[in-house]
């Protein structure tokens, strides 16, 4: 009777494996009748805690999503099926200690009996070899970086030329690292006193829709790697013809201006020195005339440049506030930019603020937001009245309008662990 239901004296290592990958027969074949589950991926939904969560070998959650990288984790931002998924397990995924389950349980505070008994083990003295262990918990279970308590993105999908950002509870006194997506490096900043983290991302107008890796390493251990899908924006066309003063600005000039300015957006504050969220810079104008992202073609050129901020189409004079609060770090007349001043925000955002008629405020001032920077006028590189409005994050021209159009600002006072007040 025994050798008809296991298959089996003669081949128990056959019928062992075929239980481990395949799960119990009666649970597949009930699970047939269920249609698959449609699950949105999020940050931690790697293929072991999907496997653990809803109770399906990884290999066949693998077969969803076949890719020529094996290791390669759920895209971020996808939806994928869950054939035969079970309840939902709750509980914190951990990687196990050297020592074994008990030494886990004993770092956790938990009782080691209960935690082996919880994750099929029978001894909390044997060897895990790599295995990953469930502790209790009533949060979704998905896996973090080490140290991590909670992950949260900005976008679901990324989206090109935008300021985008994850948020983090921790569960360390001291933490520190680097953050990458694809090529472009992040940066991250920790309070310690709320126990929060957050890390700045950004990429230009001219990224590509794609699924870079996010890449999170923590304290020089085991990097977190985790892919998020990006979409790409639709982006207008503008056709300039410079002439008089405009048109004789040179290259070289326009590179010598860029250069000293980079060296002042490389330096990152390590703490936001903004309260609100972001506010236009300008209360009264005609129209947005040219859109960040905006291909440019100049004088009948390729377009091989994008604008790298937003403009407001307004009359001279017209007067201009900080949308938001921060410390000016340059006030002055530049040869390309003209009238211009430029605030740091904190955490490496830079917002500027350009071909003013007049600059009313001094370097080094702190300024809430609200005040009035400076007026509305036609200097430098400019075909006529308007102000230029900038959004740098980590040395990045990222889209302001977006920015302040998804309350960036406050999503990331909140994970600094700071109330958003009202302006």
Known sequence: ???????????????????VMLGSPFISAQAQDEPPVQHLVMPGDTWMALSLRYGVPDTILRRQLPHLNRWREPVIGDVIEIPGAQPERTGRLIRSFAGGTWSTAVVEGLNPW???????????????????????????LRE???????????????KAGEGMAFRAQINRSTLSGRATLGTETGSMFVNLEQNRLIGL?????FFRPFAPELTIQIDGEPLWVQPWRFEDKEWTFNQITLTGEAANISQEAIREERARLFELWAIQTPNPQWRTAVSEPVNSYLSYSSFYGARRSYNG???????EGLDFAAYGGTPVF???????????TLYVRGGAVIIDHGLGIYSGYYHMSEVLVEAGTYIEAGTTIGAVGTTGLSTGNHLHWDLLVNGIWVDPGAFRERDMACWLLDGWGTPCQVN
């Open 114 to 140: 209960a935690v082996a008994l919880s994750n099929g083990i029978e001894h909390p003295y044997r060897p895990l070899l790599g295995r990953p262990l469930v502790v209790p918990s009533e949060q979704i």
């Open 322 to 332: 900080a949308p938001v609060s921060g410390t000016i770090v340059l006030a002055e």
């Open 1 to 19: 009777m025994l050798k008809s239901v296991f298959l089996s004296n003669r081949f128990p290592l056959v019928s062992f494996l075929l239980i």
């Open 201 to 205: 991302l950004a990429t230009g107008a």
């Open 301 to 307: 050129g390729p377009y091989s440049s994008y604008h």
């Open 144 to 158: 973090f970086p080490p140290g991590f308590v909670s992950l949260d993105l900005s976008h679901l999908p990324g």
